[in-house]
């Protein structure tokens, strides 16, 4: 058995740039956290008949790989050749389309494993750029390629792609301090709504089409906010949160989560959040705010109305075998 372990991550700066809508034209920079909620995705063989078995929400069992109805598992199996006679299984520390990233990351898991099964190296460069191809070129999924690459470099980690595609990778070097006022102020909570990310970012990616100006106003506060959080400039970087909130809001009405929409509002005019986002494509899963200051006090209004904090810290390192 082949376990692999890659990590959630939450959109620090840039999101949305990612898009080949977008980066094709302008290129990207985004700046994206790898947190220390993970997948995991076991591997092995059958050995006593070829059934190919994938157990997620649900439990799979086929004769040939091309029967799976999971199609991320049935794709990726298939670009290593593997048709059958194999068993998939996997566990999170999250739920899925939570905007935590977790397709991505169980892409990766799952190359990472074949690639130990193959005799390949796990090199998280290639690793990335497989997951990448697979969803976008495979799938035609309407996806970015930050969570593919995060997942597979983990730490704080600075992604530059060009109007090609191909992608530079910069792991920030700041401060333990900073990181650590970075985990304390950026309070995340549950929505408790969950949502199909592919329709959110399909249709973001049909308003970057038809008028990308949104977009690089997106694309400039994300580079100012890295700058912030380079120098250790939080507070700034908490109101850079909210100007990007006010730029994402203009894409539609999926950007957001009407319950959470006029408790942010009064967050922000009475000064207890700097500023926030809903993490991932939009439209629910985690919200995260930036407070400053009163945390626990905080934590209390918001579990009194329903939110619950989940509390985490930076995974310094990306996709790992845990067990082989």
Sequence with gaps: MIIARSPFRITLAGGGTDLPSFYRNHG????????????????????????????????????????????????????????????????ADLSARSGM???????VGLIACLRRHAGMSLDP???????????MDVLNEPVGKQDQYISSFGSITEFNIDKEGHVSVNKLHISDETKRLLEKNCMIF???????????????????????SLMLEIQQIGIDSIECIKKGDLDRYGSLMHKHWLQKRK?????????????????????KALGGKIIGAGGG?????????????IEQEMNMLGFSRMRWNVAEQGVQLCMW
């Design 28 to 91: 990207s920079t985004f700046l994206s956290c790898a947190i220390d909620k993970h997948i995991y995705v076991g591997f092995r063989e059958r050995h006593l008949d070829d059934e190919v078995r994938v157990q997620y929400l649900e439990t799979e069992s086929v004769n040939h790989v091309s029967q799976l109805k999971h199609n991320r598992a049935r794709a990726c199996l298939e670009s290593f050749g593997i048709t059958k006679g194999v068993e998939v299984n996997s566990t």
């Design 101 to 107: 990233g977790s397709s991505g990351s169980y892409l």
């Design 125 to 135: 460069a290639e690793i990335a750029a497989e997951a990448c191809r697979i969803e």
């Design 190 to 212: 549950y929505t408790g709504v969950l949502r199909n990310a592919s329709e959110i970012l399909s249709s973001q990616q049909k308003s970057i089409t038809k008028d990308d």
């Design 251 to 271: 894409f539609g009405s999926n950007m957001s989560v009407g319950s959470f929409d006029g408790l942010y509002e009064t967050m922000v005019r009475s000064g």
């Design 285 to 297: 899963g985690f919200m995260m705010l930036y407070i400053p200051t009163a945390h626990d006090k």
